[in-house]
């Protein structure tokens, strides 16, 4: 459920994820009884449900409509599964980006930022989705951190639908430009679920394995399975340089359970 208060100046949107239970009366065959669940206030531990209180639903619409989470220019779009009461899962459509390996983090920013501002065999410009998709090892032994092959800042360019191939910008795949440099390339990402926590601070090392350690907690207290627990995943929505509060994203790959299936 999703809507738009129209009555408030700044137009928040509201949204809520969950379960209904449907009672059927036997002799007529017709609904008898809903009950809707909220995952942000009725979700417990082991993904079971219990009724909270009315308050409770109020205050959680009011936080939404008062304290509106900010929307990021170009960001990818998603569907949204869950918005649980500390983190969300979210799936993502199937795209083509542009990746590279890089050493620090400037490094992979003015790579991908060049190829994207024409520094590519059609000298075009690209205007990418955001985040930045930054996966890193999770092994830190000495002979691991030579492996920087594994160290990967991806751009998403384009939206890529199954029937129609058709990208963001109404063309199709093949308007994505060959890079100038070898450093980076042109990669397939299909369609994923993650699980997503969200962080305000920089996201160094020992934040993102502290919050990554978190939101395993979280999916476990739940029920959600992660896939593998081989990399760490960053999503960053602001500039490398930006200062305060960023918008900084951990996501984990999950198991798609069954009432999330296409």
Not at 141 to 166: A, C, F, G, H
Not at 205 to 233: C, H, M, W
Request: with cysteine; charged share 20%.
């Amino acid at each position: 459920l999703r809507f738009t208060f129209i009555a408030l100046p700044w137009r928040p949107i509201a949204r809520f994820t969950g379960v209904s239970d449907y009672e059927i009366d036997p002799s007529s065959g017709k609904l008898a009884k809903q009950i809707d669940y909220w995952d942000s206030i009725d979700l417990k531990p082991n993904g079971e449900y219990q009724r909270s209180s009315k308050v409770q639903g109020l205050n959680d619409l009011v936080d939404q409509l008062f304290n509106p989470a900010q929307p990021t220019d170009q960001e990818l779009p998603y569907e949204l599964l869950r918005r649980g009461a500390d983190y969300s899962v979210r799936r993502y459509p199937a795209t083509l980006g542009a990746q590279v390996i890089y050493e620090n983090r400037p490094e992979g920013y003015d790579l991908l930022g060049s190829f994207c501002s024409g520094y590519n065999q059609q000298n075009k410009k690209i205007s990418p989705f955001v985040p930045s998709i930054i996966t890193v090892p999770r092994t830190t032994s000495s002979s691991e951190k030579k492996r920087l092959q594994d160290k990967v800042m991806r751009w998403p360019l384009t939206i890529v639908s199954s029937s129609s191939n058709q990208n963001h910008a109404g063309g199709n795949k093949n308007n994505i430009p060959e890079p100038s440099t070898n450093a980076i390339s042109i990669d397939a990402q299909p369609e994923f679920v993650v699980a997503v926590l969200r962080f305000t601070s920089a996201a160094t090392a020992d934040s993102v394995a502290y919050y990554t350690k978190q939101l395993e907690v979280i999916l476990a207290r739940d029920g959600l399975r992660p896939l593998s627990n081989d990399l760490f995943t960053v999503a960053q929505f602001d500039a490398i340089f930006s200062v305060g509060d960023r918008r900084n994203e951990i996501w984990i790959p999950i198991e798609v359970p069954d009432y999330w299936q296409i």
